[in-house]
């Protein structure tokens, strides 16, 4: 039996799930949310979701912590939401939004402008003496981290000297330079 498929799921207050021809969605006041599914049994009763497989095949037991995991992150991005916070590091990086658009100064020759989907609440953070902060929130987890990793992906924190976009807390392994 998978461990995280058969831990049920509890249902906050204000949000509603509804399961209608292999399509399951949660609605709450952050949004709404939907997640299609196969080979697995879905019941609500009395504010939790259990979900069981009907066999024992590799692609059932697969699935069972899967959807079960899809499911949990839907229902708590439509309560509470979804953050990842990008920092740039590295001397002349900045960032700054206006509305959707996310302009970042990284180095190059050019700025990169981003247009952000409306799903994505965009918040840049500049503290004198303190690296940027990018602030990206929504209530979609899938989406938040696409974005966080394309904007990562512009300028990933090198080894040496540690100068990139890194998410906030991430660990940078080090490596030595050359000796003289």
Avoid: C
Avoid at 25 to 46: F, P, R
């Amino acid at each position: 039996m998978s461990r995280i498929g058969k831990n049920p799921i509890t249902i906050p207050e204000g949000v509603t799930v509804e399961v209608k021809d292999n399509v399951i969605t949660a609605k709450g006041k952050l949004g709404e949310l939907t997640q299609e599914y196969s080979n697995i049994d879905i019941k609500i009763e009395d504010g939790t979701i259990t979900l069981e497989r009907s066999s024992d095949k590799k692609d059932h037991r697969a699935k069972h912590g899967l959807y079960r995991a899809l499911i949990a992150n839907m229902i708590e991005g439509v309560s509470k939401g979804w953050t990842k916070e990008l920092e740039l590091v590295g001397v002349g990086y900045r960032a700054s939004n206006q509305g959707q658009k996310l302009d970042l100064a990284l180095g190059f020759s050019h700025n990169i402008v981003l247009d952000l989907a409306p799903e994505v609440k965009v918040e840049t953070i500049s503290e004198k003496g303190k690296n940027p902060i990018v602030k990206l929130t929504s209530h979609d987890k899938q989406l938040v981290g696409q974005v966080a990793a394309k904007i990562r992906g512009f300028r990933k924190p090198e080894p040496y000297k540690g100068k990139g976009v890194k998410f906030v807390g991430e660990e940078i392994r080090r490596k030595a330079g050359k000796s003289a």
